[in-house]
């Protein structure tokens, strides 16, 4: 049985953050957090209402109008980077706080379930300052007949309502309030019910060892996901930036049309791993079973269509199925510890329901296939190869949000692109072949947001992150993800 963090200490995380202040939710209402390693209640967090919502809209708005934040980008920057540290300098605790509420493996929280997305805050701090596209000369013109200079100036595009997941949520949550305070916004956040803690801390570290300014960053935690609707719906926010599932996506995109509010969303995804007939298939067969497997497959931008020469199935099939069986899930705690469990119960009935599908559509299992027998508690579900289905197939199609993986054959380059982009969803992808020019021609012809050829990492502060098609709408992290949060405005002056 996991051992789970016992040592974790919910002290003072049972709190939202409101104009500058924490303090309990309307009538002190809390809900629990859970250990999905254990299913042990790790404590309670702050459970706030719409009026806890409405307050914390309010103190945004009231920030952005009324205070210097908006037009003060030296403040901004030395805000952030005090953030940054003091995250830093709680990173013992952060790291086995987020191993045990989110159950995500111990060796990811020094990468980006904690570490990576803390030291990113530079990035966005770093463009507060350089930003050169403040104020752009066009120069002068005469349209008209009447001489004129013009200037593009970007301003802070105002309150910002950030929604977030479960699944990475130091990394998703940090990468919406690091650009958009970066860029001059107030900002409320709303976090998954599921992991309202690793916010709740953030909201205690930012409102105890910065200078934030109130009301420039509310955090409202909640069991109740209608506190979504209500911030993405609210005529006082001017942008929605929202990470989560397609379906929520569409439904935040509706609230926010009321009023027009500009949205960001980043969604699902299906992402094909294509490997080509020269590739080292070993090698791309290892790389894909080891993505899935980490972190239980909980990730928007993993690959989990596995597309192969069919000349090579089997020996991909192999390869990939022995690399997942040594990778059976796992205490999270343990620093070898690759797959860890799935975050809820819920979450483990919907993996379990993919996997009746795939015996029902008629696929078959080369590793895996259910729940972990080394766990009498914990939502574990071992790696899993599903083979005998084709692209049509709703396991194929669907997003499972598990570890697992199906195995397509492909009959060559124009085969393997035309199965990755029979897809819903375009987030990411990746290619393997000996010959780096048609594993770019792969990659330029798949219509996603991101690729990675023969084992690249495109994941850093300055790439932009997104999706094609139904996987989202805008840009993440670099500078396009800063530009999320700008306004533009073209001015002229006769001269
Ligand atoms: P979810 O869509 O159920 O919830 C995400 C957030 O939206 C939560 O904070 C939730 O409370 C809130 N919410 C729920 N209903 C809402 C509504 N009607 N209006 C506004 N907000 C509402 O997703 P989840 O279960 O927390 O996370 C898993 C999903 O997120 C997966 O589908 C995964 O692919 C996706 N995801 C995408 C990315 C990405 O960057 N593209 C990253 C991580 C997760």
Not at 173 to 191: D, F, H, R, S
Not at 339 to 356: D, H, K, N, T, W
Not at 429 to 443: H, M, N, T, Y
Request: proline share 6%; aromatic share 6%; charged share 20%.
């Amino acid at each position: 049985m996991a051992e789970g963090s016992a040592s974790v200490s919910g002290e003072g995380l049972d709190v939202l953050l409101v104009d500058g202040a924490l303090r309990p939710a309307k009538g002190g209402a809390t809900f629990e957090t859970l250990n999905p390693a254990t299913e042990e209640v790790l404590g309670v967090a702050a459970d706030g209402s719409a009026e806890d919502m409405d307050g914390a809209i309010a103190a945004a708005r009231a920030a952005f109008d009324e205070g210097s934040w908006s037009s003060d980008p030296a403040l901004r920057a030395h805000c952030l980077r005090q953030l940054r540290d003091a995250l830093q300098a709680h990173g013992d605790e952060l790291r086995a706080l987020t191993t045990a509420e989110v159950g995500a493996p111990a060796f990811l929280t020094s990468g980006p379930q904690f570490d990576v997305p803390v030291a990113d805050l530079s990035f966005a701090a770093d463009l507060a300052e350089s930003y050169d596209g403040w104020r752009v000369d066009l120069g002068e013109a005469a349209p008209m007949g009447i001489p004129s200079r013009r200037w593009v100036l970007r301003e802070p595009a105002g309150v910002v309502g950030a929604i977030t997941p479960w699944n990475f949520p130091h990394q998703i949550n940090l990468a919406k309030l690091g650009p958009a305070l970066a860029a001059g916004c107030t900002v409320v956040l709303k976090p998954a019910p599921d992991t309202p803690w690793c916010a709740s801390a953030l909201a205690r570290i930012a409102a105890e060892e910065t200078d934030l300014p109130p009301g420039v960053l509310n955090v409202v935690t909640s069991s109740d996901h209608s506190l979504g609707a209500q911030l993405s719906g609210d005529p006082r926010v001017d942008v929605v930036s929202f990470t989560g599932s397609t379906a929520t996506g569409k439904a935040v995109m509706r609230n926010a049309a009321e009023h027009l509010t500009r949205v960001f969303l980043e969604l699902g995804g299906k992402s094909a791993f294509v490997v080509l007939d020269d590739a080292d298939v070993t090698a791309a067969a290892s790389t894909a079973g080891f993505m899935v497997s980490t972190h239980a497959g909980q990730g928007c931008a993993i690959t989990t269509r596995l597309v192969v020469p069919r000349a090579r199935f089997d020996e991909v099939v192999d390869a990939a199925a022995a690399t997942m069986a040594g990778l059976a899930a796992g205490d999270p705690t343990d620093p070898g510890t690759i797959c860890g469990p799935l975050i809820s119960a819920r979450q483990r009935e919907r993996v379990e329901g993919y996997l009746q599908l795939a015996r029902d559509e008629g696929g078959t299992f080369a590793c895996g296939g259910g729940r972990s027998e080394r766990f009498d508690r914990g939502y574990f579900i071992d790696p899993t190869l599903v083979v005998g289905l084709d692209n049509s197939s709703r396991v194929a199609r669907e997003e499972i949000f598990g570890p697992v993986l199906v195995v397509l054959p492909h009959d060559g380059d124009d085969d393997a692109v035309r199965i990755a982009n029979d897809s819903p969803y375009g987030l990411s992808g990746s290619v393997f072949s000996a010959d780096p020019e048609r594993a770019w021609r792969v990659a330029r012809a798949v219509r996603t947001g991101t690729m990675s050829v023969n084992g690249g990492i495109w994941y850093g502060a300055d790439v932009p992150f997104g999706g094609y098609k139904q996987s989202g709408i805008g840009r993440e992290m670099g500078v396009a993800g800063f530009e999320e949060y700008l306004e533009t405005k073209a001015v002229a002056e006769g001269i």
